[in-house]
């Protein structure tokens, strides 16, 4: 009792307090029901331009293939804080850098759209090794088996291309793990999160609730702002400047983190554009790791300088996989 009470306040201090998570969650929530109203409004008064309705289409289209997934990865989170799970996170604390290696090729049994790895990351970053959160979100979206499978699909008869996602994954995954780590509770607040968990274990539907109040707010306006600018930023901009390998694999990793295309579908987006393999790949590997939508989310539950860190690592490393791949024939 008496170390409850102490470890108690400590706890809410460390996460700013009952006012700070209120305003957290209603201030994002005011943000986007006023973005709503405004939207309604317009098209009600018949003021709805082409860029403006491309913008609601791409909106409702990013909102709609984020919000299930990242509810299924709430709801296999839940799963996490049983016997087994508990067990699986104390071994993960324990060797914290084998976990940081094994972390990417969880993707492979979790077909699961890049936000709906969150959830499963937060798991990491609260109760195990904290390098483990960043290895496991920039490698587990390029090894999920449905994102090969659509790359396969999306690119016949080449087949390097599937296979650089994954190298590509694979050395993200390595280099995160290596020089970014997310931020770690003390070892009294370690233990009071599993004596937590082993008494209240969330039901699915409690942990669908929280993670919907937790992330929904924040994922409306990732998906907000990346609509906005998909609206805004015409793509022949970026097309433009295709015609230098690099410049053009920049350009496409720009506009991968413009679009926000969930990495199950992206490959088709991809062999759409005219461009070479060297943009194409670029724009492959970067997208599931890190676009704008992720970036909302990333720094709502690791915070700025963790997200700032994680994407000074991943963009060169894109880059320098993507020449790589192209040098040495793969793609």
Known sequence: MAVDALERPRALAADGGPGNRLRRTVVPAVLAGGVVAVSLLARMHGTVGSRFAAAELAFVSLFAESLPFLLIGAALSALLTGRAGTRMLQAAHARPRMAAALAPLVGAALPLCDCGLLPLARQLKDGAAGRAAGSFLAGAPLTNPIVVISTLLAFPGEPGMAIARVIGGLAMAMAVSAFVAAPKPDTCEIEQHD?????TRPTWSTALASELARTGPVLVLGALAAASLKAALPTTAFLTLANQPLLGALAMMALAFVMSICSQA?????????????PRLGFLLLGPVLD???????RREFGTSWLIRYGAVVVPMAILVATACATAGLV
């Open 266 to 278: 992206d490959a088709f987006v991809a062999a759409s554009l005219p461009v070479g393999a060297l």
């Open 195 to 199: 004596h937590v968990a082993r008494i």
């Open 292 to 298: 704008l939508r992720l970036a909302t989310l990333y």
